[in-house]
């Protein structure tokens, strides 16, 4: 049997699971629940557990019947701050908190493909690590997961990841060659002007009108100070000041976000942003205050990798089950930190059907994911890691599928 049909077999588990992850959703740092449901299937199917790294996350590892390599499969499996609007009989029954952006499928197809390998041990060349991550809608827990050895004991030398994909139709796979993420900075800005009553304007200096013009201002970084063949977008999604009509108040707090896909770019913002900041500020009589937050790096796979799922994808699903994605996303995933450190790739995992509902965007109180997309997660999660530590080499080629 192939791992597509050996996961067909074991779709009811892995609905099941999923329906459970969905029906009770936690918040990034608060995985308790879900980290302990996730600890005890790995138990249960005798696979080596450790649990709390780096506070909810939880580490798997599958020896295989003979030496070799060591690849990591990982899945994050926090939820958002949103309140579901889906009529799914298994919706959220923690209110504000939903899995909008798909982790419980990460996280249950990550489940089904441990299960899978762990019963095929005599396929493994080397070893099989599954790291269940916390907080990747904080774009923190990856870091902490590496810095609490994650990628360590046994060393890890390749890692692969998937992540829902509305734009695509369940039973197809998104690749893409060199960057598939942006990177992601926080900017927080505080204005300081001269407070007063609204009627002597002309003795104040109005922190909000300073505001506005920095807001304006900023888009020019963008359309000015940015390649045109850069792709990046910045966003000022807050702002906070005044507490009367009748009131110039002293500060206007503003925070935001900054995406960029070139990493030589995503350098030179901080300097671009205090810099427009500032000098905007202090042509109205104001000063500024700049503080930039440089979360996460562009995720830019492995070319060889990539290949690697290719193959897979290919040979078990059909040349036309791979889409080669022509551009990258401008969000973020913190798995851009284990990319770093090892070869890695991260894959779209398509979830749409012909329901209008499956075609809502991440992040949408509404969008409901098509559950048979499981078993090809499950089934390509499997064979990429077995072909990875086989010993054949994955060779180069080209991505020919649709576009």
């Known amino acids: 049997m192939t791992f597509l049909q ?13 329906r459970h992850l969905h029906q009770y959703p936690e918040l990034s740092f608060s995985e308790y629940k879900t980290a302990e449901f996730v600890a005890d299937i790995l138990e249960e199917n005798n696979i080596e557990v450790l649990r709390n790294v780096a506070e909810t996350g939880v580490v798997g590892l599958i020896k295989g019947d003979s030496p070799g390599k060591t690849i990591a499969l990982r899945a994050d499996m926090d939820a958002l701050p949103i309140q579901e609007q889906t009529d799914l009989k298994f919706s959220s029954n923690n209110p504000g908190v939903m899995h909008a952006c798909g982790h419980d ?16 041990r005599h396929l493994i060349n080397g070893n099989i690590k599954l790291i269940f991550q916390p907080a990747e809608e904080k774009l923190t827990g990856a870091k902490k997961m ?29 690749l893409r060659k060199g960057p598939i993420t942006a990177a992601a900075d926080f900017l927080d800005i505080t204005i300081h002007g001269k407070a007063g009553h609204a009627a002597h304007p002309h003795k104040c200096v109005d922190p909000i009108v300073i505001a506005g013009h920095v807001v304006s201002t900023l888009q020019t970084v963008i359309s000015r100070e940015v390649a045109p063949t850069d792709p990046a977008v910045l966003t000022i999604g807050k702002i906070n000041g005044g507490t009367a009509p009748n009131i110039i108040p002293s500060t206007v707090h503003l925070s935001g976000m900054i995406r960029t896909v070139n990493p030589d770019l995503q350098k030179r913002m901080p300097e671009i942003i205090n810099r427009v900041v500032t000098k905007t500020a202090e042509s109205m009589n104001g000063e500024a205050e700049v503080t930039y937050t440089m979360a996460t790096p562009p995720l830019i796979s492995d070319d060889l990798m990539v290949d690697l799922i290719g193959s897979v994808v290919s040979e078990m ?21 284990y990319a770093e450190q090892v070869p890695g790739v991260l894959f779209r995992l398509g979830t749409h059907n012909e329901k209008a509902e499956s075609k809502l965007p991440l992040h949408n109180a509404g969008v409901i994911f098509d559950e048979d997309a499981l078993t090809t997660g499950v089934s390509v999660m499997c064979e990429a890691a077995v072909r990875f530590l086989s010993k054949r080499t994955p060779t180069k080629q080209t991505l020919t599928g649709k576009v």
């Open 317 to 337: 699903l059909g040349q036309d089950s791979v889409v080669f994605l022509e551009n990258p996303s401008l969000g973020s995933e913190d798995f851009s930190f």
């Open 6 to 18: 050996l996961a067909e077999s074991i779709k009811h588990r892995i609905v099941e699971y999923r």
């Open 105 to 120: 499928f990460h996280a249950s197809i990550l489940l089904g493909a441990a299960i899978l390998l762990n019963q095929h």
């Open 146 to 174: 590496i810095e609490k050895g994650v990628l360590q004991n046994p060393d890890v030398d390749a890692i692969v990841a998937l992540h829902c994909w509305p734009d695509l139709p369940a039973g197809t796979i998104g």
